[in-house]
């Protein structure tokens, strides 16, 4: 199960799992998808957003590339509301910086 953050919406998913396909998107490009409903101007916001949060990376006039943390929260990997990756021992969350680890 991924782990959006409370500031994602359902495009993000899609925005995301389209440029990890394509290996780049530009607004216009992602527009353009059958299964991207909303207009340019509202990709556009969703993809500052996404990169705000390290998701994706601008690479200048539109286009982005997903990021490591993108890649890891489509991989179910990654808290994209903590801002952090999720331990693979620990099924219920986001690893935790300072946590102790369970005494047995």
Do not use: F
Not at 15 to 34: C, M, P
Not at 53 to 65: E, Q, S
């Amino acid at each position: 199960m991924r782990h959006p953050g409370t500031w994602m919406t359902i495009w993000d998913d899609r925005i995301l799992e389209h440029i990890r396909a394509d290996e780049s998107g530009s607004v216009g490009d992602l527009t353009d998808k059958e299964n991207i409903r909303v207009t340019n101007t509202h990709v556009s916001r969703r993809c500052k957003k996404l990169a705000e949060h390290g998701l994706l990376k601008p690479l200048g006039n539109g286009v982005y590339v997903i990021t490591e943390e993108g890649e890891a929260y489509l991989d179910e990997e990654y808290d994209a509301e903590s801002g952090a990756y999720l331990d693979a021992g620990e099924q219920n969350g986001p690893t935790v910086g300072g946590a102790e680890s369970a005494q047995e």
